[in-house]
């Protein structure tokens, strides 16, 4: 059974943020839930320790945002990842310790939304790139459903122009 350790802000403007945290070190975890408590962003920070953590958290409730440290005990975080991002059901930004820029290339290739190196800086600064995570992921979901409507309409207009001809060849 996955263990949840929740802290909550609700002092923050706008929505509530669900952010599922997918981290095996305990002080690393600390700080980033100290920088949201800091930041009076409105969120609320469930916290999973390994893979199997963080899929039961998913498959009892879908996130907003997920953080996840690379390196677990069970696994690697790119896994998890859906390619291309605006495909997957939530964004997903990989933070790591150890690592290179052939690393985060295959990170975002993979389908992570973003790639951080784990730093008390880059600690500090999660709610802010939390935030333009999550102004991305809604600018290309956004994209992705203009995309749609625009191929639904192109089909629509190619089905009516060839009812045209067909009427017009029938004599009608």
Not at 130 to 146: F, K
Request: with cysteine; aromatic share 6%; glycine share 8%.
């Amino acid at each position: 059974m996955a263990t949840t350790k929740m802290l909550r802000q609700d002092g923050g403007p706008g929505e509530r943020v669900d952010i599922l945290l997918l981290e095996d070190d305990p002080a690393h975890a600390q700080a980033v839930q100290r920088a949201f408590l800091d930041s009076g962003m409105n969120s609320v920070i469930r916290w999973a320790r390994t893979l199997g953590e963080y899929k039961a958290f998913v498959a009892a409730q879908t996130p907003a945002i997920a953080i996840a440290d690379l390196q677990l005990p069970d696994g690697n975080a790119v896994d998890l990842l859906t390619s291309p991002v605006e495909a997957a059901p939530f964004p997903v930004l990989i933070m790591t310790g150890f690592g290179d820029e052939r690393v985060a290339v295959e990170a975002m290739k993979a389908g992570a939304i973003e790639y951080i190196m784990k730093s008390s800086a880059a600690f500090a600064d999660m709610p802010r790139t939390v935030e333009r995570c999550l102004r991305e992921w809604d600018l290309l979901q956004a994209r992705g459903r203009a995309e749609k409507a625009l191929r639904r309409e192109s089909a629509i207009s190619r089905f009516s122009g060839r009812k045209s001809r067909e009427m017009e060849g029938n004599g009608s």
